[in-house]
């Protein structure tokens, strides 16, 4: 079946410029994840969606980042005027209800802030 | 979330199992044991979970000491797709709230030809 699905695959963009990066998840997953991963790092957490629940914004590193989840399916993460510390690649991951609550990972977008 | 120990590479022929450690020596009764996997370049991909009983799915299986404080990662036939870095992590599995991912270091599996 369909896997997490992410686009674009790679951004490069300048200083200053805003970007939408975009996460469709497996169909039927109530939870969606956003993550960044620095080059040679860990997983960084930015945001959780559940279901109609306000969003979990806790690893929004400033207020230049926002996400948004329509109708519980697809999900935009914005970054307004990128800087070049925003370089990563961001992943999108999607986990079924119930107590399993493993997460299926989206293949990512390489963003690139020159 | 239960601390995990794994080390930090192993090397594996192509065609043998491989088996990966993973140390929680601190796990809860309510903390499950689960793995992940990230080849290089890609996102990490899920492959399986356990409490306290085995488990096996089409990717591995999964041996959990009777005492909860070790389990192995059992890849039965590896292959040059394998080659990947392996993450151990134990949390509790809970529904209804953020339970965002937290990878330590893990293990850089080389799978030889």
């Known amino acids: 079946g369909a896997g997490v699905s992410q686009s674009p695959s790679n951004k490069v963009t300048e200083k200053g410029k805003d970007v939408e990066l975009r996460c469709d998840p497996i169909s039927g997953h109530t939870a969606l994840y956003w993550y960044r991963q620095s080059l040679g790092q860990g997983l960084e957490f930015l945001i959780y969606?559940?279901?109609?629940?306000?969003?979990?914004k806790s690893g929004l590193p400033s207020d230049r980042f926002s996400a948004e989840r329509t109708g519980g399916s697809v999900s935009t993460l914005t970054i307004q005027r990128t800087q070049q510390e925003d370089s990563a690649v961001y992943l999108c991951a999607s986990s079924p209800t119930g107590a399993r609550n493993e997460q299926f990972f989206g293949p990512g977008t390489r963003l690139t802030v020159l | 979330d239960a601390k995990t120990t794994q080390p930090p590479s192993m090397d594996c022929a192509e065609g043998r199992a491989a088996n990966l450690p993973c140390n929680h020596s601190t796990i809860s009764g309510n903390e499950y044991v689960y793995w992940y996997r990230q080849i290089h370049s890609q996102g990490p991909q899920y492959i399986i979970h356990g409490l306290k009983n085995n488990e096996t799915n089409e990717m591995a299986s999964l041996i959990i000491t009777e005492d909860r404080k070790s389990s192995t990662l059992i890849l039965p036939h590896a292959t040059l797709r394998d080659t990947a870095v392996y993450y151990c992590i134990v949390r509790v599995a809970t529904s209804g709230s953020a339970r965002q991912l937290t990878f330590g270091s893990g293990t850089q599996l080389t799978v030889l030809p």
């Open positions: 969606f559940q279901g109609n629940s306000a969003p979990d």
